[in-house]
């Protein structure tokens, strides 16, 4: 059974730097791209960018280039996204999600909820 | 950047009619594969999205046959044969054809 069992929530203040994780079980770890989505309150999902754990290339939201960093550690099976800069308008529940044969996102994280309030 | 655009915003059901929801692309998504890059995922309240449908028509495992997809090109259709009080839930789109990976407003599908 694939599994992706993410981080607990957080609560950051503006300016600060947040970083989730995403612990893979149940497939190949290297053979499938990660992402990473978030929502809002009350709106849909949005895709930020993801890894690819063979070689560590990523493609990033233009949206969120130069803010996000995804990556993957092979060892462990688990990726990773640190949002930097943080403000009110990232407060939403982070996903990561990952295809592993039945279309782009058929498998997702319990989800994060980040808080950024002063 | 493709941008989903979906129809209605609100769909009430009486459990055991059938429901259909729209969903327009601002560009084609047919690749040259000749498949669709469009996905239909459904968001139950308090729970992470599931996949539903993948390239237009295909229903993952475990999706019932209730459900089905439609479309080519800009245009495609989610239809439900007939609503179960289960179904209830927030219905999205998404295009899967080039990044940014880009899902529609969602579709709130509610039980008369």
């Known amino acids: 059974e694939v599994r992706l069992v993410q981080s607990g929530a957080e609560v950051k203040k503006p300016g600060a730097t947040v970083k989730i994780s995403c612990k893979a079980s149940?497939?190949?770890?290297?053979?499938?791209?990660m992402n990473w989505l978030r929502q809002a309150p009350g709106k849909g999902p949005e895709w930020m960018g993801l890894?690819?754990?063979?070689?560590?290339?990523?493609i990033y939201a233009e949206k969120f280039r130069g803010r996000v960093t995804i990556t993957a550690d092979t060892s462990t099976d688990t990726a990773y996204m640190e949002v930097s800069s943080l403000t009110s308008e990232d407060t939403a529940v982070y996903y990561c999600?990952?295809?592993?044969?039945?279309?782009?996102?058929?498998?997702w994280g319990q989800g994060t909820l980040v808080i950024v309030s002063s | 950047d493709i941008v989903m655009t979906q129809s209605p915003l609100s769909l009430p059901v009486t459990p055991g009619e059938p429901a259909s929801i729209f969903c327009r692309s601002s560009?084609?998504?047919?690749?040259?594969?000749?498949?669709?890059?469009l996905e239909w995922y459904l968001q139950k309240p308090g729970q992470s999205p599931q996949l539903l449908i993948y390239?237009?028509?295909i229903r993952a495992s475990g999706v019932p046959d209730r459900f089905s997809g439609s479309g080519s090109g800009t245009d495609f259709t989610l239809k439900i044969s007939r609503v179960e009080a289960e179904d209830v839930g927030v219905y999205y789109c998404?295009?899967?054809?080039?990044?940014?990976?880009?899902f529609g407003q969602g579709t709130n599908l509610e039980i008369k």
């Open positions: 999600a990952s295809g592993t044969g039945e279309g782009f996102f058929d498998n």
């Open positions: 149940g497939y190949a770890f290297n053979d499938y791209y």
């Open positions: 890894v690819n754990p063979e070689d560590g290339q990523n």
């Open positions: 560009q084609s998504l047919l690749h040259s594969s000749g498949y669709n890059f």
């Open positions: 390239l237009s028509s």
């Open positions: 998404m295009q899967a054809l080039q990044p940014p990976y880009s």
